[in-house]
């Protein structure tokens, strides 16, 4: 599976972004789908999972009630809106998918990825 992630871009603190991820097969919507992110000289952390049918969301701490992923199967996309965000948010933010059930945090679960979309949160 090949992921193409997009939307990133800089924004004023409190502004809002939407992340979007195209999958290139249309079997997308039998693979778990998470996001990612990981700024300068840190770990790439979890950000937020979402299952097969949608129903299912993992998010971590730092962005809940801030952030919500959701998707399309019909469009092979994910998506990550963005709302309230903080300088802290500023980061690289990655797709991923596998093939399990589960909305693991955890990124060596996951098989594919996509190449990246950088998000810049001013102060």
């Known amino acids: 599976v090949q992921l193409q992630a997009s939307g990133g871009g800089l924004v004023q603190a409190g502004g809002s972004l939407r992340l979007s991820c195209l999958a290139s097969?249309?079997?997308?919507?039998?693979?778990?789908a998470g996001w990612f992110r990981q700024a300068p000289g840190k770990e790439r952390e979890f950000v937020a999972a979402?299952?097969?049918?949608?129903?299912?969301?993992n998010y971590a701490d730092s962005v809940k009630g801030r952030f919500i992923i959701s998707r399309d199967n019909a469009k092979n996309t994910v998506y990550l809106q963005m709302d309230s965000l903080k300088p802290e948010d500023t980061a690289k933010y990655y797709c991923?998918?596998?093939?399990?059930?589960?909305?693991?945090?955890?990124?060596?679960?996951?098989?594919?990825w996509g190449q990246g979309t950088l998000v810049t949160v001013s102060s």
């Open positions: 979402i299952n097969r049918g949608g129903g299912s969301t």
């Open positions: 991923a998918v596998h093939a399990g059930v589960v909305t693991t945090t955890r990124p060596f679960q996951y098989k594919f």
């Open positions: 097969r249309s079997t997308f919507n039998t693979y778990t």
